[in-house]
């Protein structure tokens, strides 16, 4: 056993202070268990940094590092406690593993690098051969330390957005940093009181710098975004604006091939999908099903043009042509009689102000940033999900663009 005592004397993050006592391999389960012991040199406080007498040594702990060959790797001390005069007892830092963490630094840093890679959570879960709690805490852990490294100089374009989670009518509101492409934080609800919790994980000086924030016409997240960033101005995204509008063209759709089938006519079923897609996404196949729908006489197709035009508007160069667009667009939609385009038109002139600022900013919480559909994701990856905790922090790691690895100390 020597060369294997050898070998993990060069462990990261030990130093004088530590040395290998023992190494103890067993073959079933496969196990490398790795016995420390303090050398009894100087202890500092924990708390405080002084150097302190020596009280005696915690209760032996157990500590999972790097598999050595496919054997699970167990890191086993007993660490020393000092006697503070200004702190009491306190138990002393090791080394290689962060207060409380139950996995040395190295395993943490590959764990975090293994679900970076992984397609799914589960994956890695898997291939670390972990519980989810362990999981679930490693990356707590890591969006903390990610967190605290943070540096936000300026947020000139801030993103605001609700998300639902978990499988009632829960929301989550989500706010981020379009320029660097990162969710900023995420908070329970979707109220004035979520947005102004939003706001205020920024300091006065980074609220200052906010010259645009994108949102949905949602009155709490815009009353929310005049009392924190007043000189802000306010942006109804284009992503959400084709969502109401897509969703006015299926409620339309709905409507129609109830009627239909009424009559016996099956022409709108199962055709949902093709309402909702961009021409520019459909297969061939797809296509040629939906050019026939869409030239025949139906309201579906009649509100599906209407959404489609309205496409036009985010084309212009400048404002003011924008706003003649609208006049003769929102003509047409009131035309139409179709009552679910008619009421999203109606919304979209009373907001006109705050949507022609896209001309000035070009802002959208859309699909651009890819959040949208990884936050998705995370979501469909229901387990464990009850708690909000959880899903912020997956939301955070995985969007965040956090600095997520532990420091190792090397020696
Ligand atoms: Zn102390």
């Known amino acids: 056993m020597q060369t294997l005592s050898e070998h993990y004397r060069d462990l990261p993050g030990l130093d004088k202070s530590w040395r290998v006592v023992k190494v103890d391999l067993e073959l079933d389960p496969a196990e490398v268990r790795i016995y420390l012991e303090s050398s009894g040199a100087a202890v500092s406080c924990s708390e405080c940094g002084n150097e302190c007498p020596l009280k005696d040594h915690a209760p032996e702990r157990t500590w999972r ?24 007892v306190k138990t002393c830092h090791v080394p290689w593993a962060e207060p409380h963490g139950r996995y040395t630094l190295l395993f943490e840093a590959f764990a975090v690098q293994v679900l970076q890679a992984a397609a799914t959570v589960e994956q890695a879960r898997i291939l670390l051969r972990l519980t989810w709690e362990s999981v679930q805490r490693i990356m707590n852990r890591a969006v903390e330390r990610g967190i605290q490294r943070r540096e936000i100089e300026t947020v000139r374009h801030v993103g605001m957005d609700e998300k639902s989670f978990g499988r009632g009518h829960d929301y989550v509101s989500v706010m981020t940093d379009i320029d660097g492409s990162r969710v900023l934080d995420v908070v329970p609800g979707h109220d004035g009181e979520a947005a102004d919790l939003l706001w205020n994980t ?7 710098t906010v010259e645009a924030v994108a949102m949905d016409m ?17 942006v109804h ?7 109401h509008l897509g969703e006015a063209v ?9 009627a239909l089938v009424k009559d016996g006519d099956e022409t709108l079923k199962g055709t949902k999908q093709l309402w909702l897609y961009n021409a520019e996404n459909m297969s061939d ?30 084309e212009y ?57 990884r936050i998705q994701s995370l979501k469909s990856a229901a387990r464990g999900f009850r708690i909000f905790e959880n899903y912020r922090t997956r939301i955070l790691f995985f969007c965040g663009k956090l600095d997520l690895k532990p420091s190792i100390i090397s020696h």
């Open 317 to 373: 160069k400048y404002a003011g042509n924008a706003r003649k667009f609208f006049a003769l667009w929102y003509d047409w939609a009131c035309e139409s009689e179709l009552q679910p385009i008619i009421k999203v038109a109606n919304m979209l002139r009373k907001r006109l102000a705050n949507i022609l600022t896209w001309f000035r900013h070009r802002i959208s919480n859309g699909p651009a940033e890819g959040f949208n559909s």
């Open 65 to 88: 590092h790097l598999d050595t060959m496919q054997f699970t790797t167990t890191i086993h001390a007993r660490v020393p406690r000092t006697k503070c005069e200004n702190c009491g």
């Open 285 to 314: 196949e797809q296509w040629t099903q939906f050019e026939f729908l869409k030239d025949m006489e139906l309201k579906t197709a009649t509100g599906w043009a209407i959404r489609e035009n309205f496409r036009w508007f985010w």
């Open 202 to 208: 920024l300091t006065d000086d980074q609220k200052g």
């Open 250 to 258: 299926d409620k339309i759709r709905r409507q129609e091939n109830n």
């Open 237 to 243: 995204d284009r992503f959400h604006i084709s969502k």
């Open 218 to 234: 949602w009155p709490a997240f815009e009353t929310s975004a005049t009392k924190n960033v007043p000189q802000a101005e306010i």
